[in-house]
Nanobody, 113 residues
Framework: QVQLVESGGGLVQAGGSLRLSCAASGRTFSSLAMGWFRQAPGKEREFVANFRITGGITYYADSVKGRFTISGDKAKNTVYLQMNSLKPEDTAVYYC??????WGQGTQVTVSS
């Protein structure tokens, strides 16, 4: 079955950068998109960014536009989230997904003031 393995989360100071990775394995050949959601304490899970496989179109939440960049490596079945100019409000558990149907376990991102 499909498996998603996330990495890259951690602790970073405000203004710093992190790059999250999500490697997919299994039968993902029919996937249409891969992306990221995040969930901060006490809040609902929210959309962050999405990479449309067909056409390579990307979408971003307004809160991260200009700071985050989503990209993919087709050969490795991996999607990345480059996060720059991080803010404390970016602190959350970040979840990668395929077609919003398959989800990783999440990786913690903590941005200190």
């Amino acid at each position: 079955q499909v498996q998603l393995v996330e990495s890259g989360g951690g602790l970073v100071q405000a203004g710093g950068s992190l790059r999250l990775s999500c490697a997919a394995s299994g039968r993902t050949f029919s996937s249409l998109a891969m992306g990221w959601f995040r969930q901060a304490p006490g809040k609902e899970r929210e959309f962050v960014a999405n990479f449309r496989i067909t056409g390579g179109i990307t979408y971003y939440a307004d809160s991260v536009k200009g700071r985050f960049t989503i990209s993919g490596d087709k050969a490795k079945n991996t999607v990345y989230l480059q996060m720059n100019s991080l803010k404390p409000e970016d602190t959350a558990v970040y979840y990668c997904n395929i077609d919003r149907a398959y989800w990783g376990q999440g990786t913690q991102v903590t941005v200190s003031s």
